[in-house]
């Protein structure tokens, strides 16, 4: 083993409009009129990183920041160390700052959490009040006990992005805190299937979208047997342990680059010791640790593992292997199933499965990676830029602001999924 740490439109309107893959009119970028004011607009984040749900804030971010009618705040917490995000907000144009908020943690629900959770609500409450934001943005579930603080604030529109599943002991309280949002946005059916607000008329569902890193499409280096990657913190749900099992099970067919490392926040897995514990060829595994971008890693694999034991609310890591030409083996666990193709564009097996997934890794070799390869780039093409994804959500924010009229009245409204 080594480790090496280092939201009516007329139909003329609308036939003017780029579309979507499933016929949606996309909301236009309109010009804001002299004199109109801009919008003013608040991101609230759950975290200081560059995982999955830090990646769609930063492309939300990018995109109204972009805009000469909205000013884009973001609060990131302090309850976590400064990292890479912040820095990057700021360069795509946003005002970012820190402050304690009420974020919803595992550890924050028991009773010393608790009081914290209360006072950091009245310290946001009146900045809130304070600010006179026209849309309050919860970019992740556990935001959402801002949402009705903003509400208690006077903010007039609040969304909620649901980017992770609800268990069962989470659906009630957050269902209780969603109502306060004036639209919600999930990044998979399966996330919005879980909260149990999929017939809701303010939820849609908006898939996740992620650039291409490298300007030009590169094949793996040639291997004689398949190498992998596998990118995620290192959570207890992710999986690791699964995986190290099927891998050993298999005979340790190939190479195995484990990237990533413990959250911020809350539990870890020692996955250095998982690999010395359960893999009897241990020099077939590499534990690389925290990377700032996992693409050259992505590059060098011919496929990219998402082994969740528990629902994954979409695994954007998926889309970062498509976008390279790279395939996906992953779990039946939500979020994936919404992306992966079986036997097309990657392979899937039941959560936990570890002879499920030692059967495939036995089975698989490069020839037929590289194929289902191929395949998955074509999909990302077609269904998961980034492009796509930006307008839809900036249609979301577009459409709650048209009912402001102190705002332009030329701002368009969002269609829904």
């Given amino acids: 083993m080594t480790i090496d740490m280092t939201r009516t439109t007329s139909t003329t309107e609308a036939a003017r409009r780029p579309v979507d893959t499933i016929g949606h009119a996309l909301a236009e970028v309109p010009q804001r009129r002299a004199g109109s004011r801009r919008g003013r607009v608040l991101v609230v984040h759950s975290s200081d990183e560059l995982y999955g749900s830090d990646r769609i804030v930063l492309e939300v971010v990018s995109e109204l920041a972009a805009r000469d009618d909205l000013d884009v705040t973001v609060w990131l917490p302090t309850d976590v160390a400064a990292g890479p995000l912040g820095p990057l907000l700021r360069e795509r144009g946003a005002r970012v700052e820190r402050a304690p908020l009420p974020i919803l943690r595992r550890r924050g629900m028991r009773l010393g959490g608790m009081f914290g959770l209360v006072r950091d609500a009245a310290k946001t409450t009146a900045r809130l009040a304070g600010r006179h934001f026209d849309l309050v943005w919860c970019a992740t579930s556990a ?38 949002c004036t639209s ?33 499409l590169t094949a793996p280096p040639e291997h004689r047997l398949p190498h992998y990657v596998v990118a995620s913190r290192w959570n207890p749900h992710k999986g690791h342990a699964t995986l190290l099992a099927a891998w050993n099970a298999a005979g340790c067919p190939g190479h195995l680059t484990v990237l990533g490392g413990p959250p911020a926040a809350g539990t870890g897995v020692d996955v250095p010791g998982l690999v010395a514990a359960v893999v009897s060829r241990p020099e077939t595994v590499t534990v690389v640790g925290e990377v700032d971008d996992a693409s050259a890693w992505v590059r060098e694999a011919d496929a990219v593992v998402l082994p969740t034991d528990t629902l994954e609310g979409f695994g954007i890591v998926a889309l970062e292997a498509f976008s390279q030409g790279r395939p996906v083996i992953a779990s039946r666990s939500g979020g994936p199933e919404e992306v992966v193709e079986h036997g097309r564009t990657g392979w899937l097996f039941d959560r936990r499965d570890v002879d499920g997934l030692a059967e495939l890794f036995a089975g698989l070799d490069v020839d037929q990676l590289a194929t289902a390869g191929v395949r998955a780039h074509e999909t990302w093409a077609e269904r998961f830029t980034p492009d796509r994804m930006r307008r839809r959500l900036a249609g979301v924010v577009l459409g709650e602001l048209h009912l402001h009229k102190d705002l332009d009245a030329a701002l368009p409204v969002a269609v829904a999924s």
């Fill in 143 to 180: 935001c959402l006990a801002v949402a009705p603080l903003a509400r208690l604030a006077r903010v007039d529109s609040v969304v909620g992005h649901l980017q992770e599943p609800w268990g069962d002991g989470d659906r009630t309280g957050l269902s209780v805190l969603a109502r306060s």
């Fill in 184 to 216: 919600l946005v999930a990044v998979s059916r399966s996330v919005l299937e879980s909260s149990g607000l999929q017939d809701d008329d303010r939820a849609q569902v908006v898939h996740n979208g992620v650039a291409r890193r490298d300007a030009e």
